[in-house]
């Protein structure tokens, strides 16, 4: 009998393993012919692959099993795949993407000017005005197209092609799919969304790899992901946190906020706005859907929150990929 069962569990182990690989094809909607060199990846991490000539990708996700693959390519709108079922051949149908700002060619003084302008308010929205940010370098800049005096009052941009980052001040070297970017120049308001994938970690032996890892460990402190980290190990208040309702008296029990289901996947969840103070700091966190899944590695669902005060003043310059960790 023992025998039996030790040859039914190992006979599941390529099973297993297999189900942790995903495979498929990339197409393009239109003319179903393949997409080569598109990007497969899992959005924060270190983890991806590109497809080859006939379109075709394997990329293990063992590591990050509960996430949505991306789909990047030139030219096409990204698409996500979640609920990745074991066994299954994905065939991904890309839709060209449309833009709705014309590109304008620069050429007199003037715009090449206002080019300068419109490029240093990307920079200082997208990248941030941090410390980190005042090291971070976007090597091909000239991808960014401007809505220019399409419209005075937002300034729109997107990115022909994915933009390439390099941070010198975490020791990362990025790649940045820009979906969507709008700055509110009469209320001061910032928005954009998009994919992020690390490509290089530019921590070496010796002095330099202890710089990045101080700076790394000092823009984690007070993160979102460190938040998260923190609420998902249920030590919010050993780590610095405090969370409590907006202008709250009464303390709050974790069973009030996190909600945790049957195969152990936890969600934040609240009816109402909530505060959180860490070192003299305050975010106010605004709920965009019911409930919303975080990891212990600090992953959440970014588009069912909205962050107000200290923790949205982080931009791309403060990313830090998912694999990092503190200790």
């Known amino acids: 009998m023992k025998k039996l069962l030790l040859l039914l569990l190992l006979s599941t182990i390529p099973f297993l393993i297999f189900g942790q690989v995903v495979r498929g094809r990339v197409l393009d909607h239109e003319t179903k012919k393949p997409v080569d060199y598109a990007s497969v990846y899992i959005n924060g991490t270190f ?17 990050q099993v509960n996430r949505a693959l991306q789909i990047s390519a030139v030219g096409y ?9 074991a066994g299954k051949y994905y065939e991904v149908n890309l839709k060209k993407a449309v833009y709705e700002i014309v590109e304008v060619s620069i050429e007199s003084k003037s715009l090449t000017k206002e080019r300068e302008r419109c490029m240093k308010t990307f920079k200082d929205e997208f990248l941030g005005r941090s410390r980190n940010a005042k090291e ?28 390439v980052i390099l941070n010198n001040a975490l020791g990362y070297q990025l790649t940045y799919y820009l979906d969507k970017f709008e700055f509110d120049k009469v209320h001061k308001t910032t928005s954009f969304s998009g994919n992020i994938v690390f490509n290089m970690d530019l921590a070496a032996e010796g002095q330099s790899r202890k710089e990045y890892a101080g700076r790394r460990k000092k823009t984690y402190k007070g993160s979102c992901s460190h938040f998260f980290s923190a ?28 909600h945790i289901d049957v195969q152990g996947n936890k969600y934040f969840t609240y009816p109402r706005n ?45 990313w830090l990929p998912y694999e990092y960790s503190p200790d």
């Open 47 to 63: 983890l991806g692959t590109s497809t080859n000539a006939n379109g075709e990708f394997e990329l293990d996700v063992t590591s």
């Open 77 to 85: 709108r990204s698409k996500a795949l979640s609920s990745l079922i």
């Open 136 to 163: 971070c370098i976007i090597m091909n800049e000239e991808v960014v197209t401007f809505n220019y005096h399409t419209n005075r009052d937002t300034l729109k941009a997107i990115a022909r092609e994915p933009l």
């Open 231 to 258: 609420l998902w190990l249920n030590k919010l208040s050993r780590e610095g946190f405090r969370l409590q309702e907006v202008e709250g008296i009464v303390p709050l029990d974790y069973t009030d906020f996190v």
């Open 274 to 318: 909530l505060e959180i103070a860490y070192d003299y700091h305050l975010t106010t966190v605004s709920f965009r859907a019911p409930s919303v899944y975080f990891a212990r590695d600090g992953f959440f669902e970014p588009e069912a929150i909205v962050w107000y005060g200290y923790m949205s003043m982080a931009r791309i310059a403060d």
